[in-house]
């Protein structure tokens, strides 16, 4: 029962659309502008800089509250909770089932279930954020390092959080394909 709960409640918590309230409040529709993303990095290059910080966060959250709670309760449902909330950011219901690609939601929730590794994915993200300014490389290399770091860092191991890194990479990497296809192009935009 525990683990239906967390699913279904990180997946409402997971479904509301922060960056595309934010950006109606702004007077801007994401959907029309830059990627037509509503996540933060979007909210970051179209609305502005706080307000993309502000969505980060939010977006974090949504991940990070209910994995933490539920993680308590059992790993199991910590992990469905993390799925949930992604599931939830990536198929919101209040935007035809169209939202952003999870990776703040994701990063807020893998933070609560394995804080090391995350951490450590994070720094990556950051160093590699700062050296090619594109926000996509520091993601898809950050996911990819995830399942690595916590396979050789996390005692006890979990197979089922390794299994679940593992499909967050997945899951980066589907709804990046358009960022891959500009990165490839070199047409992907710099975000400073």
Known sequence: MWEALAFIGAYFLGSIPFGFLVGKVKGVNLREKGSGNIGATNVFRVVGKKEGVFVFILDFLKGFLPVIYFSDISVPAGILALLGAIIGHMTTPFLRFKGGKGVATGFGGIVALMPLPALIAFGVWSILVAITRRISVGSLTAALSLPILYFYLSRPMYRSVLYI??????????????NIGRLIRGEEEPIF
Do not use: A, Q
């Open 165 to 178: 890194s593992v499909l967050i990479t997945i899951l980066v990497f589907i709804t990046h394909r358009k």
